[in-house]
């Protein structure tokens, strides 16, 4: 009987692990939202970074909160939509080729700022 139960032990032991290191990475990411003279610097940590540049911004503004139910990460939401999410309340970037949500703590701030690299301030 212990031969069988050391025997499903050890590999248990190593997806319960898995679970909790995936959930714990899950639940440590974050986004953070820069802005450089010509581009907008956009990181899901530790997974992921893009750069859209400000000429192809053509609104800002702030979007509904988001949820478990759009997912964490970087997401493909709808057609032409991108998610960099971890949720809770976002921004929605308009460009020539697509739509980004991100997620940001200060949403209405971001956006501000965003809107005045823009007009060049």
Known sequence: ???????ILLPGLLVA???VA??????????SIATAEEKIV????????TEIPISEVSAVTTARDTSLSEGYGI???????????VGGPAISLETVNRRW????AHPEEVASTIRDHMSGK
């Open 22 to 31: 995936v959930t714990w990475t899950i639940v440590r990411m974050t986004v």
């Open 42 to 49: 956009v990181r899901c940590a530790p997974f992921y970074s």
């Open 75 to 85: 997401r493909i939401l709808e057609k032409k939509t991108r998610g960099v999410l």
């Open 1 to 7: 009987m212990s031969a069988l139960a050391a025997g």
């Open 101 to 104: 949500i991100i997620s940001t």
């Open 17 to 19: 692990a898995g679970i």
